[in-house]
């Protein structure tokens, strides 16, 4: 159980452009979904967190209008890269509690962004 | 200061040696603790998390908490090849933990 995916696995991108990563809960109801980056040889930073029917928040630093989150269902979050630059290159990676039981988070695959 | 803390590493053990892992944090509040596991190139799987103070195994590994000392480590027991990877340690309240920066453990055969 616990199942968290991540849609695409990878995707390059022109500077400019935008890009749609997807994150699901598979076999249970989230109703809190994070969105962490990480750059090479760092650790996880929490870039913000999706609450199903409500706005996301965002940690100190993340601009909300570059990096859209959408959390439309219990089982389905969206984080939007918006005009993607170089350094906008990383590793994204949501997560999902599982339930109000529990305080564990399930990580996704991540999703490694290159933009060019 | 950050506030999830880890002995840098890297460490190397010998296969079959017990890998012991630490991680102290600053937030006296934080009530969630958990130790996670990160193959290059793949993210975070979760080993084990931790409420409460004194030590909870789980087949090979172990965790303490003392959070008069403000401490957490993980132990791995009998340390296999496939044990290699970093390990990261995260606490705080459940809708903002916080990571360490990780450790790097090498299984020598």
């Known amino acids: 159980g616990a199942v968290v995916s991540q849609h695409p696995s990878w995707v390059i991108c022109k500077s400019g452009t935008s890009v749609k990563i997807e994150c699901r809960s598979l076999d249970f109801q989230a109703t809190t979904m994070f969105w962490y980056r990480q750059f090479p040889k760092q650790s996880l930073m929490l870039m913000a967190t999706s609450n199903e029917g409500s706005k996301a928040t965002y940690e100190q630093g993340v601009e909300k209008d570059k990096f859209l989150i959408n959390h439309a269902s219990l089982t389905l979050s969206t984080l939007t890269v918006t005009s993607a630059h170089p350094e906008d290159s990383s590793f994204y990676i949501c997560?999902?509690?599982?339930?109000?039981?529990?305080?564990?988070?399930?990580f996704g695959p991540g999703t490694r962004l290159t933009v060019l | 200061q950050k506030e999830v803390e880890q002995n840098s590493g890297p460490l190397s053990v010998p296969e079959g040696a017990i890998a012991s892992l630490n991680c102290t944090y600053s937030?006296?509040?934080?009530?969630?603790f958990f130790w996670y596991r990160q193959y290059s190139g793949k993210s975070p799987e979760l080993i084990m998390s931790?409420?409460?103070?004194g030590d909870k195994e789980d087949g090979r590994f172990t965790a303490q908490l003392n959070k008069a000392s403000q401490y957490v480590s993980l132990l791995i027991r009998d340390s296999q090849p496939s044990d290699s990877a970093t390990y990261l340690c995260?606490?705080?309240?459940?809708?903002?933990?916080?990571f360490g920066a990780g450790t790097t453990v090498t299984v020598r055969a």
């Open positions: 997560s999902a509690r599982s339930g109000l039981a529990t305080d564990e988070q399930f």
């Open positions: 937030d006296r509040v934080s009530q969630s």
């Open positions: 931790i409420y409460s103070n």
């Open positions: 995260a606490g705080g309240p459940w809708d903002k933990l916080s």
